[in-house]
């Protein structure tokens, strides 16, 4: 039976990108003074795992890499020597290395093959350094191993990687060479009464090794038997059969194998050891020497409790050890004994016939059942695949869409009239409503799966640059959308990335300003009404007013000093702006903070940014919880209904006749407050008839978007509403000027206006 | 009636593949994640066939493992096998000195594996 393991490969592929990610963050929070025991076990546990897992299903160079790794752990966990900076650097390397493999593996991504030699050759590096210093160390004082040998505390690696390491003991183990030997032996009704003794005998004998080409003839039986057991050991099998003169027995020996084939053992006896079965076999046992000679385990590289004379005599041997079965069974043939393990008995007392039917209990069915569970043992939680969520996020927005058809058709009954319906419908929409509330809380998520990366971030920015910063984070359980946290995952990299490069400075320039030589990156998030808001600061220089005025004069933007602060810090959103002095690879090519706008503002975020020069900057992203519900204002034309998201309107208002102007080349503008908005007209915009031409006669709805602002007619303001979204291109195709579609109570469609392209449009 | 065997592997991979193995090969597995939640899981038990355990795993690790059992009536006697990536004779010492019944060394062949199982228990 082949066993197909691709089918693990998935499992394996998550459980080792969560060890690399809790080895890092354990990494990122050692006190390299004073490193936690339990820190260190767990960072060792998690490369063991690597190690485990990859060697099993075959992902060689993943083991290679990790094979180090695990080393260098276990030896720290021991405290075998200090850690320093430059092992943790070279461990979060390591990391990235796996990563990249991993990923290789996975995705077909291509690997960097140098980088995985490069940390190989850092860690064998920080491995003989260790050890040397060790040696050197205890040479001083006397303490070295065996003449000849490696210092005990330094590790010999195995050239069975696969394997694991094998930290060796002074003496060289004794090579175990593959014999192969062809055996000749009677097969007459006095050796052998029966066909059963014959099998019970040549039972036996598979024990010690494997039989090949066996021919039973009418006199005698002829094999070859490949075998680690020595010719001695062979002939001690048949010495029950056969006298000696009876016995044919030729001996062929076959090169050593010199990785550990058989790869288990069994603890028996002490003196097995020193009798050689282990080492190079990868199994041992700590068997005693007549059982070793009794051949039944050496070889196949079991080991078992059991002394060869008590096998065959049935009874409890000196160690204690008993048996399965009673040694009459075993010549007679009956099943177990033969190479099956035997154990220990409590108590020491004889009990020849401890069976393995009586060993076991019944079969009880409800064990089949919890073997199922899809879940992990002692899990609380199970994973489920994103489609299957979305699907459920779907259907509960349509049973929403339902229940609010409904109450608009109840809405005109009377209530007293149809109370029970009235007040069924009502009692329906809370549950709805809870029931939404339920769904969409399954795909949220903690920020600190993003946050966290931040730490590595800061970490390695900060040496790169020569700064001493730290990163605090509050409120890193806050949850969002999951959706969301991939959105945000790139612009909040590039806000701490400012704050590393322009924000903080370096330790001379704070201590001269009276600072504390270390600077500190907050990221915050928290829940507000029905938004999430996450604030990036930092306590460094802040912006600078002139600086920004002075760049956005040099690129043509129309500014004037008397500008408040928040209208100058918004200036660096604009395309292309950046004070920086250098260019970093880090930041300051000035395509960031535009685009950093854009992301927020394309999934309904708004972006503002606080500063005081020499104190600090803060920038601030407010969200709204889910993309898949929206608060909007519905708005009427003629005969048709848009909602127009509310986190873009700043007002709406019914203009004045005066205040509507034109301007040749741009068309109607509205005057608000000493500002000239572009006005749009929906009507004429989407060619929708209505009797509402003339601004005075309508609503104008003030929307900003991208730091633009516009005024679109309307004819009438409807309502507020909380509608579900639905997706246009899943079900039709992407449409310019809209970002989406609900269905009202009414069971009517209404257009999600996509404010951001509407203002574009408006002023171009 | 089909033997029962628990295994205990902190790494899901490992121990789904385990499991997978030992039950195409007609054993019932008692999963587990690590030595306390194979206490945990066998305590209804009366007792198990064999037990196959991980060395390194996070609130109780192998050796203990073993150990509590061995101090357990019902489980004194019964065989445990103690998965390693390495066959040091430290390891060996400990093992033995906890009362394990022998020793299989990671990554194994599923193969191997059931060769060895079979050998113990059938």
Redesign the interface.
């Given at each position: 039976?082949s066993?197909d393991?691709s089918?693990?490969?998935q499992?394996?592929f998550e459980?080792t990108a969560e060890h690399l990610a809790s080895m890092e963050s354990l990494l990122l929070a050692l006190n390299l003074d004073a490193p936690e025991a339990d820190q260190l076990d767990?960072i060792?546990?998690a490369a063991?795992?690597i190690?485990?897992?990859s060697?099993?299903?075959g992902f060689t160079d993943i083991t290679d890499v990790t094979h180090e790794l695990e080393s260098l752990l276990d030896r720290l966990r021991k405290r075998e020597f200090a850690i320093t900076v430059e092992m943790v650097d070279a461990f979060l390397q390591a990391g990235d290395v796996l990563r990249n493999l991993l990923a290789g593996h996975q995705n077909g991504r291509t690997i960097d093959i140098k980088a995985s030699i490069e940390v190989c050759a850092k860690l064998e590096k920080l491995a003989e350094e260790n050890s040397l210093q060790n040696h050197v160390a205890l040479t001083a004082l006397g303490l070295t191993g065996q003449a000849g040998n490696h210092s005990p505390y330094g590790e010999r690696r195995s050239e069975a990687r696969?394997?694991?390491?094998?930290?060796?003991?002074a003496e060289p183990l004794p090579a175990s060479v593959q014999r192969i030997c062809q055996i000749q032996f009677p097969n007459t009704a006095d050796d052998f009464p029966s066909e059963v003794h014959l099998n019970n005998m040549l039972e036996e004998l598979s024990n010690i090794g494997k039989i090949e080409n066996k021919e039973i003839a009418n006199q005698s039986v002829t094999l070859s038997l490949s075998t680690y057991a020595s010719e001695a050991e062979v002939r001690d099998v048949f010495s029950f059969f056969f006298k000696p003169e009876q016995l044919k027995i030729t001996v062929a020996e076959v090169a050593a194998k010199e990785t550990?084939e058989?790869?288990?053992?069994?603890?028996v006896e002490p003196e097995a050891?020193k009798s050689g079965n282990?080492?190079a076999q990868?199994?041992?046992?700590?068997t005693d020497p007549d059982a070793i000679k009794s051949g039944v385990e050496d070889a196949?590289g079991?080991?078992?409790?059991t002394d060869p004379d008590a096998i065959k005599s049935g009874v409890e041997d000196a160690q204690g050890y008993?048996f399965f079965t009673d040694p009459d069974k075993i010549k007679s043939g009956v099943?177990?004994a033969q190479?099956?393990?035997f154990?220990?008995?409590?108590g020491n007392h004889a009990q020849p016939e401890?069976s393995?039917t009586g060993?076991?209990?019944?079969?009880?069915p409800g064990?089949?059942a919890?073997?199922e569970r899809a879940t992990?043992?002692?899990d609380t939680s199970i994973r489920v695949s994103v489609v299957k969520v979305d699907q459920l996020v779907n259907l509960v927005g349509e049973l929403v869409i339902t229940q609010a058809m409904l109450a608009e058709a109840v809405g005109n009954l009377d209530p007293v009239l149809y109370d029970r319906l009235v007040i069924g419908l009502t009692q329906l929409e809370r549950n709805t409503r809870n029931l939404q509330d339920s769904v969409m809380s399954v795909r949220m998520m903690p920020i600190n799966l993003v946050f966290s990366r931040f730490q590595r971030v800061v970490r390695d920015g900060a040496i790169k640059l020569g700064k001493k910063v730290q990163l605090v984070v509050v409120g890193e359980g806050t949850e969002l959308d999951k959706g969301l946290i991939e959105t945000i995952s790139d612009p909040l990299n590039h806000l701490v990335r400012n704050s590393l490069d322009h924000g903080l400075e370096v330790p001379e320039v704070r201590i001269a300003n009276g600072k504390d030589p270390q600077g500190t990156i907050t990221l915050r998030a928290a829940h507000q009404g029905g938004n999430i808001v996450i604030e990036v600061s930092d306590d460094g220089a802040g912006l600078n007013r002139e600086r920004i005025l002075a760049k956005a004069r040099e690129n043509g933007l129309l500014v004037n000093d008397s500008m408040s602060d928040t209208e100058v810090w918004q200036l660096v959103f604009a395309p292309g702006f950046s004070t920086a002095a250098v260019i970093t690879d880090v930041s300051g090519r000035g395509v960031g903070m535009d685009v950093v706008k854009k992301n927020i503002e394309s999934i309904g975020g708004r972006v503002e940014i606080t500063s005081k020069h020499g104190q600090g900057s803060s920038i601030i992203i407010r969200l709204p919880l889910t993309l898949a519900i929206l608060d909007g204002l519905s708005v009427a034309v003629g005969n048709q209904i848009y909602i127009v998201p509310l986190g873009f309107i700043s007002e709406s208002l019914q203009p004045k006749e005066e205040d509507i102007k034109v301007i040749s080349g741009q068309g109607q503008v509205v005057h608000v407050r000493g500002e000239y908005l572009p006005m749009i007209a929906l009507h004429r915009l989407f060619n929708i008839p209505t009797k509402i031409i003339s601004p005075a006669e309508g609503i104008l709805v003030l929307l900003e978007a991208e730091g633009k602002k516009v005024a679109m007619l309307v004819d009438e303001l409807v309502g507020q509403h909380q509608v579900v979204i639905k997706s246009l291109e899943t079900n039709y195709r992407k449409v310019t000027g809209m970002s989406g579609a609900t269905i009202m109570g009414d069971g009517r469609v209404a257009m999600i206006i996509d404010v951001g392209g509407l203002v574009k449009m408006g002023t171009q | 009636m089909a033997k029962i065997i628990l295994a205990v592997d902190d790494s899901t991979s490992i121990r789904q593949m385990v499991a997978f193995t030992l039950k195409s090969a007609g054993y019932t597995v008692i999963e587990a994640v690590d030595g306390q939640d194979g206490l945990d899981k066998i305590k209804g038990q009366a007792t198990v066939d064999l037990v196959l355990t991980d060395q390194n795993m996070p609130r109780m690790d192998g050796l203990t493992l073993i150990k509590t059992l061995r101090g357990q009536p019902q489980f004194s006697a019964t065989p445990i096998l103690m998965l390693t990536t390495e066959s040091s004779d430290e390891m060996k010492t400990q093992g033995r000195a906890a009362g394990a019944t022998g020793w299989i060394v990671k990554p194994f062949d599923p193969h191997k594996l059931l060769e060895v199982i079979k050998k113990v228990i059938g």
């Open positions: 039976m066993i393991m089918q693990f490969y499992v394996f459980e767990a060792f546990r063991h795992s190690k485990g897992g060697g099993t299903f696969g394997q694991g390491t094998s930290s060796t003991p550990s058989q790869g288990y053992g069994f603890f050891v282990d080492g990868g199994y041992g046992f700590f196949q079991y080991g078992f409790f008993g099943e177990d190479g099956y393990g154990f220990e008995e409590v401890v393995k060993l076991r209990k019944e079969d009880s064990r089949r919890t073997d992990t043992a002692g | -």
